[in-house]
């Protein structure tokens, strides 16, 4: 250790929780052990005290003298507990391979004086190995007198361009988090010739790609050495100078390890900028190749700032945003379809996850991919933020969600409330207090949310973009068998099929001449249907189901009730399993049951699938989203007035055309349907419910606010 000052154990006071924060510097290192064949590392660090993991970098690919510069805070409650530091090489879809360790003694260090440490790394195995060092800035102080200090870091790590990871007790949390600077829009095309690894000389290959601590994993295509994936996501890059995808090609191996088939890797750094690039990448440690669409767009599609600073109430900004998305610019960057600002103001009456009857609430803000949160106000339940978040909008559905959960250094955040707010039902520019709602968004929770929203949009960019596959979320919880979910998807598919009995019972009731002028009537109608029937009668019949519906919502009659679909969903409510099994005989008991398990989580979403496709279908036409039913008439006019001008032969004819020369136009075309597309749309019952703002209870609202409590 280099410029310290020692101080003994009698130095510091008698243990106390959360006495001391230790703010840690992670410079670079020197000469790291090469661990890879083209003798070099991939190395990141991590971080333990008290054998918890409390810190992980970034990894530095292919350098033995990497440069991290990353900020970390640490609070500990005594320094008797060293640092341990670590360092691997990073191998994607391998074991990370060990560099070396070394750890910094605390009681060694000055407090409240800022400390350059260079660290030696040791192997236990080979202690004669020269294996590199470590280079690190610390800085340890009672945490009463560092927490001004840290909050303003905090903020300014926030605004600053190279906003690094700041709590690390939230680390994975904040990681995802952080301002990205582009976005990398990959393609799987198809591979050729992959390596044989089953005996019947086939494979059933998937790729894993990696960016950073973005994932994604394809599908499995069955028994070929020349899969064809076809498959588009999205990653975000965090870093101007770019960044390496690290790509591995498996086998899929049933009741056995999945087997390599080889790897490589996409330097985005060697690629321009808004230009799509066709790769062929031959697979290293391996056979074949693997052929990508790789596309980098830069952005600033996410920003955030004080909200005393940049406000969009600035005429001149606001005229500006206004032409971008005006009906001039309708063809002009079709993906950009346009802008929201959403302003978190404060919250009251939180609910209170420490024993000391406060919270340290923060704020999530989520938009499909693009995720942000404000900083901590420790200590209060009515805490407040005014911070400003803009995002670029890429589909006018979409929904936002905002999260407030409780900071805890002890383990992950705990949630206390969250809201999710379709784009299309906001009110621009109105301050509106949100009841925050428990996780499946059925009911309240405790605590209110000030929001104040705006959305602007192009409706034709809009309405060509609803026609297109949603961008689909690469961070989604994964699906897990529940009773009570499946007997609601079950009950909700059986509502959808008893509406097609009925209208057969209804049907075939005017067949059995029941209700003779009812009968007579149907007869007529019949006849006449069938005599002058043309097929522009189909789409025309749609359009005046919407209207006649249009008419009752306008006239008061609206008969809609989405909430008896859900109307068991509160008591249903079941808590939240524990991920982590702990219990062996448990865990055994459970892999007997995996098959079985997994089946009834397919049937599970067969049934929500089923359901949710009727209740669209039902909610297009009901109006439950007035843009999408807009929508379909304009769709359904031009579709009747087409069916009506012209013979059926030729729209068949132009039909089949355009379905057989399809893919000699755009080889690498992603099939889609439209309607399918427009109807993904269409928000379900379950969905129509928890997006339905709840009305504050007046008693339990307060009545003034109070004073932060600075704890």
Known sequence: ITNSVGTSNADFPSADPSMYQLDITLRRGQNLAARDRGGTSDPYVKFKIGGKEVFRSKTIHKNLNPVWEEKACILIDHPREPLYIKVFD????????????????????????????????????????????????????????????????????????????????????????????????????????????????????????????????????????????????????????????????????????????????????????????????RLEEGEGCLVLLVTLTASAAVSISDLSVNSLEDQ???????????????????????????????????????????SDPFCVVELNNDRLLTHTVYKNLNPEWNKIFTFNIKDIHSVLEVTVYDEDRDRSADFLGKVAIPLLSIQNGEQKAYVLKNKQLTGPTKGVIYLEIDVIFNAVKASIRTLMPKEQKYIEEENRLSKQLLLRNFIRMKRCVMV?????????????????????????????????????????AFLLLLAWNYFLIISGKDNRQHDTVVEDMLEDEEEEDDRDDKDSEKKGFMNKLYAIQEVCVSVQNVLDEVASFGERIKNTFNWTVPFLSWLAIVALSVFTIILYFIPLRYIVLVWGINKFTKKLRSPYAIDNNELLDFLSRVPSDVQVVQYHELKQDPSHSPSKRKKNNPG
């Open 316 to 358: 001149k900004e606001r005229e500006e945003i206004l032409k971008r998305y005006s009906p001039m610019r309708m063809f002009h960057n079709m993906k950009d379809v346009g802008f929201l600002q959403v302003k978190v103001i404060r919250a009251e009456a939180l609910m209170a996850a420490d024993v000391t009857g406060k």
């Open 500 to 540: 097609l009995i009925n209208a057969a019972y209804y049907v075939n009731s005017c067949f059995d001449w029941d209700s003779p002028p009812r009968s007579l009537a149907a007869f007529l109608l019949f006849l006449f249907v069938v005599w002058n029937f043309e097929l522009y009668m189909i789409p025309l």
């Open 90 to 281: 990073y191998d994607f879809g391998l074991q990370d391979d060990f560099i070396g360790s070394a750890f910094l003694d605390l009681t060694s260090l000055e407090l409240n004086r800022q400390t350059d440490v260079t660290l030696s790394l040791k192997d236990p195995h080979y202690p004669d190995h020269d294996l590199g060092s470590i280079l690190l800035s610390v800085l340890l102080a009672p945490r009463e007198e560092q927490r001004e200090v840290t909050m303003l870091m905090r903020k300014s790590w926030k605004r600053s361009s190279k906003f690094q990871t700041q709590s690390l007790r939230l680390s994975d949390l904040h990681r995802k988090s952080q301002l990205w600077r582009g976005i990398v829009s990959v393609t799987l095309i198809e591979g050729r010739e992959l390596k044989a690894m089953d005996a019947n000389g086939l494979s059933d290959p998937y790729v894993k790609f990696r960016l950073g601590h973005q994932k994604y994993k394809s599908k499995i295509v069955p028994k070929t050495l020349n899969p064809q994936w076809r498959e588009q996501f999205d990653f975000h890059l965090y870093e101007e100078r770019g960044g390496i995808i690290d790509i591995t090609v498996w086998d899929k191996d049933a009741g056995k390890r999945d087997d390599f088939i080889g790897r490589c890797q996409v330097d985005l750094s060697a690629l321009s900028k808004e230009q799509t690039h066709k790769l062929e990448m």
